[in-house]
């Protein structure tokens, strides 16, 4: 697959990889994204609601397991996407990186100007930070449910019948 064509009905089996500029781009244009985390002896993963701020992302969480195990020695990712439904083109950012609690006054102060607003109701005291060590994105052609049919699918359908 060619990094250099953009994926497109001329190009379905490409995957564009997105520099940094265009996937911070795309990370600014939802607040939607799933947190992961590493939380005893197993990963785990959390949806979480964000905004990027100056090349962090920041999210506001409660006490608990998301904000222990964000918070502690372990790096954490961050995956978010998005689709154009009208072009089939999708897109997917991972950042990997260390999250830290938001203490200072004045950066606390900043990150409230943010106006992050979690979905789910509840008191969400909390900010994070996660800083990047690592920024990949790539973009690609949605491929039809069609054309990844086996003639293994009708087996095992028909065996359940």
């Known amino acids: 697959m ?14 564009e990889n997105l520099d940094n500029h265009e996937c911070w781009k795309l ?9 992961a985390v590493w939380v005893d002896d197993h ?20 006490d608990g397991t998301k904000l222990q195990a964000a ?8 995956e ?3 689709v154009d439904a009208d072009t089939g ?6 950042i990997k990186g260390q999250a830290a609690p938001v203490k200072n006054t004045e950066e606390v102060l900043d990150t409230v100007g943010l106006l992050l607003f979690p979905w789910q109701a509840g008191k969400k005291e909390h900010f994070v930070r996660i800083t990047p060590d690592n920024v990949t994105g790539r973009r690609f052609k949605v491929t039809p449910p069609l054309t990844w049919w086996t003639p293994l699918d009708d087996a095992t359908r028909s065996g359940f019948e």
């Open 2 to 15: 060619s990094a250099d064509r953009k994926p497109g009905p001329e190009n379905p089996y490409d995957v």
């Open 27 to 35: 990370l600014r244009s939802v607040s939607v994204g799933r947190l």
């Open 43 to 62: 990963p785990d993963i959390f949806p979480i609601n964000y905004k990027v701020d100056h090349g962090t992302l920041v999210f506001r969480t409660a």
């Open 71 to 78: 918070t502690g020695d372990t790096p954490v990712a961050v």
């Open 80 to 82: 978010a996407d998005g």
């Open 89 to 94: 083109i999708a897109w997917s950012v991972v």
